[in-house]
């Protein structure tokens, strides 16, 4: 007799979206230099049906909100390992921008790992496709 092996965490959450009918997620990503293009993205991908998700804290731009000097990496990873769980809970991933810093290709990698489709709204900067990879 053979049993199936247990569903992943991963698999169980495909399932549940698809069962209750929730819209493709879209995880948007690239440097917040890009956060007036991340608007215009989450717009048109908004008005085309689709669920996003995207970074939502600016922390090059001062606000109250953010802590004081010394705590501000802090604030960092854990803004960071948020984002991470975004990418998990997307569909795909889009990322925005003509530049591709290090936290970016990061999340590319990350994403990448996790079997999600990657899309570019500057193709020429995708990593991979620079190394023959993609």
Same mark, same amino acid.
């Not at 590319?108 to 990657?118: F, S």
């Given at each position: 007799m053979t049993y199936r !092996?247990? =569903?992943t965490p991963e698999e169980e959450l495909t399932d549940a979206k698809e069962r209750l009918g929730i819209p493709t997620i879209v995880c948007i990503c690239g440097s917040t230099r890009f956060m007036p293009e991340m608007g215009e993205a989450d717009l /048109? %991908?908004?008005f085309a049906g689709r669920i996003v998700v995207? =970074? *939502?804290?600016?922390?090059?731009?001062s606000h109250p909100l953010w802590p004081e000097e010394g705590r501000a990496e802090e604030s960092k990873a854990r803004l960071d390992r948020l984002h991470r769980a975004k990418?998990? %809970? /997307? #569909? !795909?991933? %889009?990322?925005? *921008?003509?530049y591709i810093g290090d936290s970016t290709r990061a999340e590319?990698?990350? /994403?990448? !790992?996790? *079997?999600? =489709?990657?899309r570019f709204t500057h193709p #020429?900067?995708? =990593?991979?496709a620079k /190394? *023959?990879?993609a």
């Open positions: !092996e247990s =569903p /048109a %991908l908004t995207k =970074p *939502g804290c600016d922390m090059k731009q990418i998990r %809970l /997307a #569909d !795909e991933i %889009l990322v925005v *921008g003509d590319i990698d990350y /994403a990448r !790992e996790l *079997g999600k =489709p990657v #020429d900067v995708d =990593p991979d /190394a *023959g990879v």
